[in-house]
Each structure stands twice: as structure tokens, then as C-alpha cells.
């Protein structure tokens, strides 16, 4: 109680969330456990963001095929490689994203 009572009163309210205040000590990130967003938002967020890599992923696979047909120089083939790469860099972005959805959906 002294140490609450030496700090000033304007120093001890804390923005809750949009319209709550709450007078208290310490940070409010020890207090209530979390990020600070909602669980319905950050579920939306991925969301979107699957759907933008997912769609990113079938741009990727039909340039892809499209580059395997015209393959004919040696610099094609490395573009095939490349694009191979992307592709698999992309599958584990949705892999993460998805699990990062799954433990946001128990909560």
C-alpha cells in the first residue's frame, strides 16, 4: 500500500479498452493475460491471411506449370526451381497460419 501511495494518482490509470479505465499499480500485462486482441479479430486476421496466401499459392503453381511446358532453356529450368521454392515456402506459411488459427479457435 506505501508504494502505491508514493506514486501519483494520473500515473496509475490504465487504458483497459476503448471506453474502460482502470486505476492500478502495475501494468496491466500482468494483470490480464493475453496479447490485447480479441480472439474474433486475430481469428479474422488469419483468416484473410491464409486466403491471400492461398491465393498466392495457386498464382505461384499455375506459373509454375506454365514455365515446366515452355522449359526449353537452361534459364527456364532455374525459374522452374525458383518458383518450386516459393511454392514450398508458401505451404509452410499456411501450415503455421493454420495451426496459429487452430490454437486461436480453443481458446
Do not use: F, W
Amino acid at each position: 500500500m506505501d508504494r502505491e501511495e508514493k506514486v501519483p494518482q494520473y500515473r496509475t490509470i490504465k487504458r483497459l479498452q476503448k471506453n474502460y479505465l482502470v486505476r492500478c499499480g502495475e501494468s496491466l500485462s500482468n494483470i490480464v493475460p493475453g496479447a490485447g486482441i480479441k480472439p474474433a479479430s486475430a481469428i479474422r486476421r488469419i483468416e484473410h491471411e491464409i486466403k491471400v496466401q492461398r491465393q498466392r499459392l495457386g498464382q505461384l503453381t499455375q506459373e509454375e506449370l506454365s514455365s515446366q511446358m515452355e522449359a526449353t532453356s537452361q534459364k527456364k529450368v532455374k525459374n522452374v526451381q525458383e518458383l518450386g521454392n516459393k511454392k514450398a515456402e508458401l505451404v509452410e506459411r499456411i501450415k503455421q497460419l493454420e495451426k496459429q488459427l487452430l490454437e486461436y479457435e480453443l481458446l
